[in-house]
């Protein structure tokens, strides 16, 4: 139990300083290519723990996100629907009657690469789609959100991809 709670925090605390510090000036650079990649912290938490502690984690980790983008309560929000709608997608997601071992985390290792880039990707859509409407704060802008939303979408999975491949994140 020690070690989950130990590798989530690590893994937590290494995104968001690798979103802060490095991903971001990427986005500074060109403004349509996001490579977005804490959500994957809020993804890998473990089966069993309470939904109210993925929410508030998730919205913990977007107000990290926001100090070193400077953008107050815009990560947080995404952050915040991503681990929320989390429990729907898991839902959606769960294998018929097996059902999932709830004792770990959902994990490319332990539910198959298939299953975890259907699950990465359903995900990340949603955060990058909110997270941009939120940015755009309007509906007039959809082209643009959709637009951004997807080059980001490409990129951010390509990393998840690199990511699961190159840690083969267990727990």
């Known amino acids: 139990m020690n070690s989950t709670i130990f590798h989530n925090a690590v893994r937590l605390i290494a995104l968001v300083l690798l979103q802060g510090l490095l991903l971001r ?3 500074m650079e060109w403004p349509y290519f996001h490579i977005v990649l804490y959500p994957l912290a809020i993804m890998l938490l473990p089966l069993r723990m309470p939904n109210t502690l993925v929410i508030t984690l998730g919205f913990a980790c977007g107000l ?22 989390r429990a729907f997608v898991l839902r ?17 290792w332990r539910m198959g690469l298939g299953w975890f880039l259907r699950y990465a990707a359903i995900l990340m859509w949603l955060h990058l789609f909110f997270l941009f409407s939120v940015e755009a704060f309007t509906f007039v802008f959809i082209g ?10 490409t990129l951010s999975m390509l990393f998840v991809f690199i990511y699961t491949v190159v840690f083969n994140p267990i727990e």
Do not use: C, M
């Open 144 to 153: 643009e959100i959709l637009l951004k939303t997807t080059l980001s979408f």
């Open 25 to 27: 000036r990427i986005a």
């Open 92 to 108: 959606y997601l769960e294998p018929r009657g097996a059902g999932y071992n709830v004792n770990y985390s959902p994990t490319a």
């Open 64 to 85: 990290l996100v926001d100090i070193f983008y400077q953008t107050p309560g815009l990560h947080a929000s995404a952050g915040t629907w991503t681990a929320f709608v």
